[in-house]
C-alpha cells in the first residue's frame, strides 16, 4: 500500500495540524470500512479529530491519493460538480502505471 499526499493537500494538512501520522491511521481506518464511499474511487474521511474532512482518491486499495481538505465549519460538504470532477480525477489515477506513479513522485 502507497499513500500520497498532493502537494495542495500537505500544505493544508499542516496548517491544520493534521500529521502524517495522522494521514496513515485515517487509511488504515478506511480499510477497515470506517469511511464514506462516494463512488468511483472517491471517499470522504474525518480527520483533526472530526474537525476536517479529507476527500480520498484511490486505486483499488493499493494506492492511496489524498486530493481535498476542508474545515466542516467551512464546508458543509463537497457539491455534485465538485463530486463528478474528484470521480475524474480518480479515473486518471486508476491509470497509472507504476512507473508513471515513481515518475510523478519524483517530479
Request: no cysteine.
Amino acid at each position: 500500500m502507497r499513500i500520497f499526499k498532493t502537494k495542495w493537500f500537505a500544505r493544508e494538512a499542516s496548517s491544520h495540524g493534521i500529521s502524517d501520522n495522522e494521514l496513515y491511521q485515517a487509511i488504515q481506518s478506511a480499510l477497515q470500512g470506517k469511511v464514506v464511499d462516494l463512488g468511483g474511487g472517491v471517499y470522504k474521511k474525518r480527520l483533526n479529530k472530526n474537525r476536517d474532512r479529507a476527500i480520498i482518491l484511490t486505486k483499488s486499495a493499493e494506492y492511496w491519493f489524498y486530493t481535498f481538505l476542508y474545515a466542516k465549519q467551512d464546508m458543509a460538504n463537497i457539491n455534485h460538480r465538485e463530486l463528478m470532477g474528484f470521480r475524474e480525477l480518480a479515473k486518471h489515477y486508476a491509470n497509472l502505471s507504476e512507473e508513471k506513479t515513481t515518475a510523478l513522485v519524483k517530479s
